[in-house]
């Protein structure tokens, strides 16, 4: 229908040709704008409003919850129930002044009544744990390794295990597929390489604790060749906690995809129809999510004089940890005490490798935003040469 208005006929001479309403001509030509037709989503939405018109903007909900936890703390009656909150708002000469009843729902759904109930609180923003990245102003690419695929063999073919290195990005949804006989540091590399070299530097790369991402633990302050290439290029990257979820569920969501559109789908006989099929759906995949692509932080170009360095140590990597009873975190090897007051809770460690700093952050998906330094122990990086 967009081809056909496009051509230079009429909208209601379109609606007349395809035997629907003016108004369906009107909204979709209206959604496809100025796009080119494969960047347009034309897929369906769901009826009616995404958000009830009457709802209370966020700004103002977030408003009455602070007033609240003010006067709780600082009100001389000592009052800080709905009522309260509305006169405080009235003397502030609030632009809004919600209903006493409006406040009392708002306390409600954000869990801020004294009452004993289930509290549905909203999720924190995608990337919650990274300033940058949860204001949507940089870029993450998380990437995962999925194993235990085996092509059967048949006619005296022995068996060919299948392993798939999967990557997508958290704004964008760029997505990318590798797979091979058999992951390596080396091999993930080349792959990272290709993938930047067409698509761009993200700020972040975010890996599990593999040694293939993290490097050997053998011995402690162990940065692997992943680690090494991205400080090279000025990505920063991020290990998630261990048996931790949500922290990697991007790339965990589309593993399952890409087992079930690539994998399950058809019959393989080989590692290269494996690879085939990868590739067209990677592509296909792109094509449909061109528009979220486009709409995601820019990312930067790998520069035309850079030269790969897997010598020197320099930027910052990032881990997230939990702490234990006795408010310590481990990572590389090492021991690091944080808080004692902070056990068995969530940190951000920023290994600052210019600074020979490690900084560790308080982290809570109930506050995304409060991210408080909790301690800074002095850190000596690793002087050995590397052997590559």
Same mark, same amino acid.
């Given at each position: 229908?967009?081809?056909?208005?496009?051509?230079?006929?009429?909208?209601?001479?379109?609606?007349?040709?395809?035997?629907?309403?003016?108004?369906?001509?009107?909204?979709?030509?209206?959604? /496809?704008?100025?796009?080119?037709?494969?960047?347009?989503? %034309?897929?369906?939405?769901?009826?009616?409003?995404?958000?009830?018109?009457?709802?209370?903007?966020?700004?103002?909900?977030?408003?009455?919850?602070?007033?609240?936890?003010?006067?709780? !703390?600082?009100?001389?009656?000592?009052?800080?129930?709905?009522?309260?909150?509305?006169?405080?708002?009235?003397?502030?000469?609030?632009?809004?002044?919600?209903?006493?009843?409006?406040?009392?729902?708002?306390?409600?759904?954000?869990?801020? $009544?004294?009452?004993?109930?289930?509290?549905?609180?909203?999720?924190? @923003? @995608?990337?919650?744990? %990274?300033?940058?990245?949860?204001?949507?102003?940089?870029?993450?690419?998380?990437?995962?390794?999925?194993?235990?695929?085996?092509?059967?063999?048949?006619?005296?073919?022995?068996?060919?295990?299948?392993?798939?290195?999967?990557?997508?990005?958290?704004?964008?949804?760029?997505?990318?597929?590798?797979?091979?006989?058999?992951?390596? /540091?080396?091999?993930?590399?080349?792959?990272?390489?290709?993938?930047?070299?067409?698509?761009?530097?993200?700020?972040?790369?975010?890996?599990?604790?593999?040694?293939?991402? /993290?490097?050997?633990?053998?011995?402690?302050?162990?940065?692997?060749?992943?680690?090494?290439?991205?400080?090279?290029?000025?990505?920063? @990257?991020?290990?998630?906690?261990?048996?931790?979820?949500?922290?990697?569920?991007?790339?965990?969501?589309?593993?399952?995809?890409?087992?079930?559109?690539?994998?399950?789908?058809?019959?393989?006989?080989?590692?290269?129809?494996?690879?085939?099929?990868?590739?067209?759906?990677?592509?296909?995949?792109?094509?449909?999510?061109?528009?979220?692509?486009?709409?995601?932080?820019?990312?930067?170009?790998? @520069?035309?004089?850079?030269?790969?360095?897997?010598?020197?140590?320099?930027?910052?990597?990032?881990?997230?940890?939990?702490?234990?009873?006795?408010?310590?975190?481990?990572?590389?090897?090492?021991?690091?005490?944080?808080?004692?007051?902070?056990?068995?809770?969530?940190?951000?460690?920023? $290994?600052?490798?210019?600074?020979?700093?490690?900084?560790?952050?308080?982290?809570?998906?109930?506050?995304?935003?409060?991210?408080?330094?909790?301690? !800074?122990?002095?850190?000596?990086?690793?002087?050995?040469?590397?052997?590559?």
């Amino acid at each position: 229908m967009v081809s056909y208005v496009r051509k230079g006929h009429s909208l209601r001479k379109a609606a007349r040709h395809f035997g629907v309403s003016l108004c369906t001509i009107q909204r979709w030509v209206g959604r /496809a704008g100025g796009q080119r037709l494969s960047r347009v989503d %034309l897929s369906d939405k769901r009826s009616g409003c995404p958000t009830a018109p009457n709802r209370v903007a966020d700004d103002l909900e977030n408003r009455v919850l602070a007033l609240r936890k003010r006067l709780r !703390t600082y009100s001389d009656l000592g009052e800080y129930g709905a009522t309260a909150i509305r006169d405080e708002l009235l003397r502030l000469r609030a632009r809004q002044v919600p209903s006493v009843r409006t406040i009392g729902r708002i306390l409600e759904r954000r869990g801020a $009544l004294d009452g004993r109930q289930r509290v549905r609180r909203n999720p924190p @923003p @995608p990337g919650w744990y %990274l300033e940058d990245l949860a204001g949507a102003r940089v870029e993450l690419d998380s990437f995962d390794i999925v194993e235990g695929l085996v092509i059967r063999g048949s006619k005296g073919k022995r068996p060919v295990g299948v392993e798939v290195f999967n990557g997508i990005s958290l704004h964008g949804g760029l997505m990318g597929s590798w797979p091979r006989g058999g992951i390596t /540091a080396k091999n993930t590399m080349d792959s990272l390489l290709a993938h930047w070299q067409s698509f761009g530097l993200p700020a972040y790369a975010q890996f599990d604790n593999d040694r293939i991402f /993290a490097g050997a633990h053998a011995r402690p302050d162990t940065f692997g060749r992943v680690i090494r290439l991205c400080l090279s290029l000025g990505v920063t @990257p991020v290990f998630a906690p261990p048996r931790e979820t949500g922290f990697q569920a991007a790339v965990e969501n589309y593993n399952g995809r890409w087992q079930a559109k690539v994998w399950a789908r058809f019959e393989h006989d080989s590692l290269r129809s494996v690879q085939d099929r990868s590739r067209r759906f990677v592509a296909a995949a792109q094509l449909r999510s061109a528009a979220r692509i486009e709409s995601a932080p820019q990312r930067k170009p790998i @520069p035309d004089d850079w030269k790969i360095d897997l010598q020197s140590l320099r930027g910052r990597v990032i881990f997230l940890r939990r702490t234990d009873a006795q408010g310590r975190v481990s990572l590389l090897g090492r021991s690091f005490d944080v808080s004692a007051t902070w056990t068995n809770r969530l940190v951000r460690t920023e $290994l600052d490798l210019d600074q020979k700093q490690a900084r560790f952050y308080a982290l809570r998906r109930r506050e995304p935003t409060w991210q408080p330094l909790l301690k !800074t122990h002095r850190y000596q990086p690793p002087e050995r040469r590397f052997i590559e």
